[in-house]
């Protein structure tokens, strides 16, 4: 039987919104990545942050527990001719011993909040190299944002569908949290950015990125997904028939440093 995580992978690879060109560059800049730097993807999904930075590193482990997010991002590694990325099974917990050679970029994306960032932050400290560090690349509430009017029609139906509380699209980052976290780490030289991306959906498009939650993916729904998605496409067409859907997200980056001696 598929489980959450593996039923939203094709999803996820199709209709999740790439990060904005900025945060890339913002990592290739502060680790001055020219083609010779080892980079670890940590619960890299399909490779969202690792697959752009390839062309910028000598190799790119990505890592990531369920074996059909590993299998996308394999897909869209050779769709793309990248050659220089390693597709691991793991999970943070166990990345001291994925006998990985000396990193010195790991970045983290979505999945640093699922994660025992304590202790992963402890650990990194054995794996990553003397002038390595991290990059952890987060969605942000934006204050005094309820978000589009037409993310309420959708709430309203996932929460038929799902019940009350039930994680999408809102399920966001404290930016203050992560400053603090890691600030007493021992990468606690922490740098922060944020920028605006704008995202336009089409109707299929608002669909596929609910399906890539694993709390509304397809093994969740069951034999509703027919239901859900013919009740989703009903409220979103009745609150805009011209079928496009805008949000703005913001995106927040901490580039994070051993202090200097």
């Known amino acids: 039987m598929s489980t959450p995580f593996a039923s939203a992978a094709p999803y996820y690879a199709r209709y999740r919104s790439p990060y904005p060109r900025e945060i890339h560059t913002l990592l290739a800049d502060r680790f001055a990545l020219d ?6 993807d940590l619960g890299a999904g399909p490779g969202t942050l690792g697959l752009p930075l390839a062309s910028l590193a000598d190799h790119v482990y990505a890592v990531d527990p369920e074996p059909a997010m590993l299998a996308e991002g394999t897909r869209l590694a050779e769709e793309r001719g990248l050659t220089n990325i390693s597709w691991l099974r793991g999970d943070a917990a166990r990345v001291t011993r994925l006998c990985l050679p000396r990193i010195d970029l790991c970045v983290i994306g979505k999945a640093f909040h699922r994660m025992d ?3 992963l932050l402890a650990d990194l400290d054995d794996v990553l190299a003397p002038r390595g560090g991290l990059g952890v690349v987060v969605s942000l509430r934006r204050p ?3 978000g589009p009017a037409w993310l309420a029609a959708v709430e309203e139906v996932r929460e038929r569908f799902l019940g009350p509380g039930s994680p ?3 399920d966001l980052d404290d930016w203050e949290d992560l400053g603090d976290l890691l600030a007493k780490s021992p990468f606690s030289r922490v740098e922060t950015h944020r920028c605006d991306l704008l995202v336009r959906r089409t109707v299929d498009e608002v669909i596929g990125l609910q399906l890539s939650f694993p709390s509304s993916s397809p093994a969740v729904l069951g034999d509703r997904m027919a ?4 009740e989703l496409r009903r409220a979103l067409l009745d609150h805009d028939p011209r079928g496009t859907y ?3 997200l913001r ?3 901490a580039v994070a ?3 200097r001696r």
């Open 257 to 259: 440093t051993r202090p």
């Open 35 to 40: 083609g010779s730097q080892t980079v670890l």
């Open 251 to 253: 995106i927040g980056a």
């Open 144 to 146: 005094g944002d309820r």
């Open 117 to 119: 960032r304590g202790r």
């Open 168 to 170: 999408g699209q809102s």
């Open 246 to 248: 805008a949000r703005t």
């Open 227 to 230: 239901a859900f998605e013919a």
